[in-house]
T-cell receptor, first 114, second 113 residues
Framework: DAGVTQTPRHEVAEKGQTIILKCEPV?????LFWYRQTKIQGLELLSY????????DGGAFKDRFKAEMLNSSFSTLKIQPTEPKDSAVYLC????????????FGPGTRLTVL | GEQVEQRPPHLSVREGDSAVITCTYT??????FFWYKQEPGASLQLLMK?????EINEGQGFTVLLNKKDKRLSLNLTAAHPGDSAAYFC????????????FGDGTVLTVKP
């Protein structure tokens, strides 16, 4: 079975650019999560979808971050415009959802904003 | 909302020693508990999931103890080896109507030969 896939694995952007990160969850999973991971802040939830519906949009990230899930097998995270402080690893995770199921994480996208 | 405190943030042990990482949580209604391992440069991998009341689960070289009375979850690596060097995260699921986990801040474990 394919796990969670994320592309690209690395992204370098200039300040002010728009970047789009992509995620494909595990087939059949109902929940999808976007996280940002930095050494200082740790794991921060950006967005949470259940059955393609947005359940939670991390308050601090609403401004320039927009996650979408147009179908059950694909999600994007757009950052517009990028700032140097957005440099981090962006992780996508999915789970079956109801009933206490674990989250499966993708390999992450390392974003560097110059 | 749920709060999870993980200690210690950094831990250094010698090969063969034990290493204990502890998480305390606030919501007594929390149902499921998870430990994840993140090796350098890699993503998070599930180590173990527990959900019963006081419970000990044994895995490959580690033990997980859940004490719901004290709202405490611990991970004990019984005889650490250099391959255990990684960041470890606990996570708590408050109820089964949501898939959202509350994560601890992580513990960076270094095992020296």
């Amino acid at each position: 079975d394919a796990g969670v896939t994320q592309t690209p694995r690395h992204e370098v952007a200039e300040k002010g650019q728009t970047i789009i990160l992509k995620c494909e969850p595990v087939s059949g999973h109902n929940d999808l999560f976007w996280y940002r991971q930095t050494k200082i802040q740790g794991l921060e939830l950006l967005s949470y979808f259940r059955s393609k519906s947005l359940m939670e949009d991390g308050g601090a990230f609403k401004d320039r971050f927009k996650a979408e899930m147009l179908n059950s097998s694909f999600s994007t995270l757009k950052i517009q415009p990028t700032e140097p402080k957005d440099s981090a690893v962006y992780l996508c995770a999915s789970s079956l959802g109801w009933g206490g199921y674990e989250q499966y994480f993708g390999p992450g996208t390392r974003l560097t904003v110059l | 909302g749920e709060q999870v405190e993980q200690r210690p943030p950094h831990l250094s042990v010698r090969e063969g020693d034990s290493a204990v990482i502890t998480c305390t949580y606030t919501d007594p209604n929390s149902y499921y508990f998870f430990w994840y391992k993140q090796e350098p440069g890699a993503s998070l991998q599930l180590l173990m999931k527990v959900f019963s009341s006081t419970e000990i689960n044994e895995g490959q070289g580690f033990t997980v103890l859940l004490n719901k009375k004290d709202k405490r979850l611990s991970l004990n690596l019984t005889a650490a080896h250099p391959g255990d060097s990684a960041a470890y995260f606990c996570a708590v699921l408050r109820n089964t109507n949501t898939g959202k986990l509350t994560f601890g801040d992580g513990t960076v474990l270094t095992v020296k030969p």
